[in-house]
């Protein structure tokens, strides 16, 4: 018997970097894991194959989150083949970096469609479900920039500071149905996202974070399985940073 058998979770973005590491934790812990990907579709029918032939339980879907129709589908198709949803983690997400004095409404509207309207569309799509259920958890992956702002990151902040605002108000409306939603914010992780810092930008982070290294996509994931897990029971509505130190 596995912690998180019987268990259907949904991970966005779950082809690459933290949502890869939480795919994985997820599936190793027997959870029954439906993940989506933008573009990848190589990489993920290669996770997939490698974790399905370790007997794991999961399934890679082609979705735009930006997109309502198509992150409602995933949820009907979900629904319809395991009749419950115990997990959505909203992990998908992009940058489009660059000063304010230069930002293009196409990279502010890119970023907030695929970070923070997205995370409305999937909630709204699994609450129904989780409110019949009268049990739920929802991880939203935000990040330490929205909460400490960032030079050159206008449209992802206030993305990532939006995702914080939402998840307290959800975490309000749904908790007299049991559905607990929290916030994970991460620091500065090893992922192809930060793979695009230039050495500089690199070694700015280093020296604000007290741990002296960037985190691995798996020590974010751990802390999603906290969330999942019944040790998380009580705590609904919060922003835990794994992030080394970096924001205290
Ligand atoms: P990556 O760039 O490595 O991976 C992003 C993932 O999101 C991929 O699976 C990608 O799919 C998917 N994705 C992108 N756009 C869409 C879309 N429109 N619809 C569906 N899926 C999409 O990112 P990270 O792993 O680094 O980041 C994951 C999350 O963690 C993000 O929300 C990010 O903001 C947050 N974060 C990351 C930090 C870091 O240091 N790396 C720090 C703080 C927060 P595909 O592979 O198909 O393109």
Do not use: H
Request: hydrophobic content about 40%; glycine content about 8%.
């Amino acid at each position: 018997m596995k912690r998180f058998d019987q268990k259907v979770c949904i991970v966005t973005g779950g082809s690459r970097g933290i949502g890869e590491a939480i795919v994985r934790r997820l599936v190793t812990e027997g959870a029954t894991v439906y993940a989506t990907y933008n573009s990848n579709k190589e990489r993920a029918e290669a996770i997939a194959q490698e974790l399905r032939g370790n007997g794991g339980v999961v399934t890679f879907m082609q979705v735009d989150v930006s997109d309502e129709n198509q992150v409602k589908g995933l949820i009907d198709a979900v629904v319809a083949e395991t009749k419950r949803i115990d997990v959505l983690v909203n992990n998908a997400g992009i940058t489009k970096d660059g000063l304010l004095m230069r930002m293009s409404e196409q990279d502010w509207d890119s970023v907030m469609d695929t970070n923070l309207k997205s995370v409305f569309f999937t909630t709204k799509s699994v609450m129904r479900q989780m409110m019949s259920q009268r049990s739920g958890r929802i991880i939203n992956i935000t990040s330490v920039v929205g909460i400490t702002g960032n030079a050159g990151q206008a449209n992802y902040t206030a993305s990532k500071a939006g995702l914080i605002g939402f998840t307290k108000s959800v975490a309000k409306e749904l908790a007299s149905r049991n559905i607990l939603v929290n916030c994970i914010a991460p620091g500065y992780i090893a992922t192809e996202m930060t793979d695009k810092l230039t050495e500089e930008q690199r070694n700015e982070f280093l020296k604000v974070i007290p741990l002296k290294r960037p985190a691995l996509p798996e020590e974010v994931a751990a802390s999603v399985a906290f969330f999942v897990s019944d040790d998380a029971s009580y705590i609904t509505g919060q922003t835990l940073c794994v992030d080394g130190g970096m924001v205290m």
